[in-house]
């Protein structure tokens, strides 16, 4: 069974850091990894999309990298800033036993303080 | 390019109702899926449509049906409400499931009383 684990739960840096959001999931047998945000009492916006035959993507200051062997992704924020203060959540679609469910992590809580 | 759009916002019910939720794709995809987002579960797959057919259904009682009409729109129906059913409910679609982006519409929140 796929399980998707994030890590940090919550995460408060000051504007301007760079920062790292982890994401872990059980079976490499996936077909692709997505990053989301949420914004509070709204639905999710999709950042940025990898592959399974990838091994990064890019999106102005957010880089999302996959390894699939190890079961991990990392999402990378550059220059953080107030208004990138959401929930950010992992998905991956595929595995072994699931072929077409998405599967979620619990999400990353970000506060970019002024 | 309207994005997916989701009706109600808001629903009220009372145990043992049921009720309607609506979804209406990005034009052109093909794919609709729908998720329950609660605080304790977190978001969780509940079934995803293809040209009419469902594709895939996630693990909740038969109370939780669906279908997807001919112009892709979809409907997810949920019979004999319980309080656990309070929850956000948001549709997803896609141009495919399996390699496309999925675009959220912003859901439908329905509290059970």
């Known amino acids: 069974k796929q399980e998707v684990t994030q890590i940090p739960a919550a995460l408060s840096v000051p504007e301007g850091e760079n920062l790292v959001l982890n994401c872990s999931f059980t079976d490499s047998a996936i077909y692709n990894l997505q990053w989301f945000r949420q914004d509070p009492g709204k639905g999710l916006t999709s950042l940025l999309l990898?592959?399974?035959?990838?091994r990064e993507q890019t999106s102005g200051r957010l880089n999302a990298s996959l390894d699939k062997s190890s079961g991990r992704s990392t999402l990378y924020i550059a220059a953080s800033q107030p208004g990138d203060s959401a929930t950010y959540l992992c998905?991956?679609?595929?595995?072994?036993?699931?072929?077409?469910?998405?599967?979620f992590g619990q999400g990353t809580t970000l506060q970019v303080k002024p | 390019k309207a994005g997916v759009t989701q009706t109600p916002r808001y629903l009220i019910k009372t145990r043992g109702q049921q009720v309607t939720l609506s979804c209406s794709p990005i034009?052109?995809?093909?794919?609709v899926s729908w998720y329950q987002q609660t605080p304790g579960q977190g978001l969780q797959f509940l079934f995803e449509?293809?040209?009419?057919?469902?594709?895939n259904k996630g693990n909740f009682p038969g109370r939780f049906s669906g279908r997807q009409f001919s112009n892709s729109r979809s409907e997810m129906n949920v019979s004999t409400l319980e309080l656990g059913d309070s929850a956000l409910y948001l549709c997803a679609s896609s141009t495919d499931r399996t390699f496309s982006p999925l675009h959220f519409g912003n859901g439908t929140r329905l509290t059970v009383t």
């Open positions: 034009s052109g995809h093909r794919s």
């Open positions: 998905a991956v679609i595929g595995g072994s036993s699931n072929t077409g469910k998405l599967i």
């Open positions: 990898i592959q399974s035959s990838q």
């Open positions: 449509y293809f040209s009419e057919t469902q594709r």
